[in-house]
């Protein structure tokens, strides 16, 4: 049998920020699908149309005709192409089975099958239904899956009773992919070729903003000896020189981390990395060490300084433990990419301008500001569409760019005006460019960096003088 996995393009405003400093990484999942299913004697191909920016009819006219699964994954901003997708794969291929998989598709299941955007989907993780269906296990038996039947009807099987083990995961299908189109979110990475990879599922935060049903509540990780297997592929076959670890909270678990670098130590990977971490997952001598492994910028998800506003999105951390991590970070000689989060329920103007203020002043390299985004499935969204406070479901706005939430206290467009204010007084300091100019240490470097540093302040010029900058949601 013939399988055909498809990453949807995301459509992203040209204003949007990110738009100009947006990532290109594998669509790890379906690769690692791809592989269970070839290592069961099946064919499979990739189709990778956000790297590739192809448009429907060109992804269309890449199938092949005796393709029996099309495999779509998409997020929440990714649907409605996941849908278009799959509708012009129908108008021209009728017999095909169109197979959904990804958060969105889980959170909506039922009404993706009901209203026939697919033939089935694929709830939380989908290595278990790929054995299954390569096996020739019959649909009803197999778990994780919405199908409908011969005589219409909408079945739902039951979850899976556990959940896969990392470490007998085979390597993502790598060779079905344009590696050379994959890089790091400008700014993240040092040395070029960059891709990201993952290592841990799960998180051990509760944040009312984020979608935990994915994965289970137990977070499960790669073993060391696995990860420098992984990583040995990597720059053996392709060249990689830097990884960034899209990893939720790369350093859940201290001890599996500090293995991971003094295997990396001993056996003088000579990567240079990046990771995203929680401040209470971190310990000096974790960092000296991470440092020691070639560790070179870390982010964390600040979100906001104000204390009140941390208790009402669950995010369990302090300000205190934000300047312990902060100044042990710092003199680990790690940079420091801050997350922040404009908009959350409970906002002000004052606390706006108060996030903004505090990245400024903090001992911070780079920082991420997004307006509060959350997707169908997260606590924070079921509260405010109970509460009919959501302004829209326009799924192509989730894109953290866009206010989404009704506030009591403060307004979609001063949201929207501090987003861009946020960018504009961090990265237009005279303070800034010149720090960032001076901390490039090798002529690369210089190149890589500068090039980033350019298109943010395009994008910023954009967004303060351009059509968007001024521009309401749309409901």
């Given amino acids: ?133 390569a096996g020739g296990t019959p649909l009803h038996l197999i778990p994780n899956l919405t199908w409908r039947n011969q005589q219409g009807e909408i079945i ?44 841990t599922r799960g998180c051990p935060g509760h944040c009312t903003f984020c979608f935990s049903g994915m994965f289970g509540s137990r977070i499960r990780f790669m073993s060391p000896p696995r990860i420098i297997e992984h990583i040995e592929l990597l720059q053996k076959k392709y060249g990689i020189r830097e990884i960034s670890f899209y990893d939720d909270t790369f350093t859940a678990h201290q001890k599996n981390v500090a293995d991971l670098c003094r295997l990396m130590i001993e056996k003088k990977i000579g990567l240079s990395w990046s990771c995203f971490a929680r401040i209470d997952t971190v310990t000096p001598e974790l960092l000296l060490l991470m440092k020691k492994a070639g560790c070179h910028q870390i982010m964390y998800g600040f979100e906001t300084p104000d204390e009140t506003i941390l208790k009402n999105i669950d995010k369990r951390t302090a300000p205190e433990q934000f300047q312990n991590a902060i100044r042990w970070t710092r003199a680990a000689k790690i940079n420091i990419r801050g997350a922040f989060m404009l908009g959350n329920p409970g906002e002000t103007e004052t606390g706006l301008q108060k996030t903004i203020d505090y990245a400024k002043k903090a001992d911070i390299q780079l920082a991420v500001f997004n307006i509060t985004t959350p997707y169908p499935g997260t606590a924070m969204y079921n509260t405010f569409l109970q509460k009919d406070s959501l302004l829209h479901q326009n799924w192509d706005l989730y894109n953290l760019g866009e206010p989404v939430l009704k506030l009591d206290t403060v307004s979609e467009e001063v949201v929207k005006q501090y987003y861009y204010k946020s960018y504009r007084e961090f990265y237009l300091r005279p303070s800034f460019i010149l720090r960032y100019l001076l901390s490039m240490r090798t002529f690369s470097e210089f190149s890589i960096h500068t090039s980033a540093a350019f298109k943010i302040i395009v994008a910023l010029f954009r967004s303060r003088f351009g059509a968007l900058a001024d521009r309401t949601p749309q409901v």
């Fill in 1 to 133: 049998m013939h399988f055909v996995f498809i990453n949807p393009p995301r459509k992203i405003d040209p204003n949007n920020i990110w738009s100009i400093i947006n990532s290109d990484h594998p669509p790890l999942g379906l690769a690692l699908l791809s592989s269970i299913w070839d290592g069961q004697g099946h064919q499979s191909q990739i189709i990778d149309a956000a790297a590739l920016k192809l448009s429907i009819p060109e992804i269309v006219s890449r199938i092949q005709p005796d393709t029996d699964y099309i495999g779509l994954t998409a997020t929440t901003p990714e649907i409605s192409s996941a849908i278009a997708i799959a509708r012009g794969i129908r108008e021209k291929f009728h017999d095909m089975k169109i197979v959904m998989g990804g958060v969105h598709p889980t959170v909506f299941h039922e009404d993706l099958v009901r209203y026939r955007f697919c033939d089935m989907v694929v709830r939380n993780e989908g290595e278990a239904f790929i054995t299954e269906l």
């Fill in 156 to 199: 739902i099987n039951p979850d899976a009773s556990t959940y896969v083990e990392l470490d007998k995961l085979p390597f993502p299908a790598y060779d079905k992919l344009p590696m050379h189109l994959y890089h790091s979110t400008p700014g993240a990475a040092r040395r070029q070729p960059s891709i990201g990879m993952v290592t």
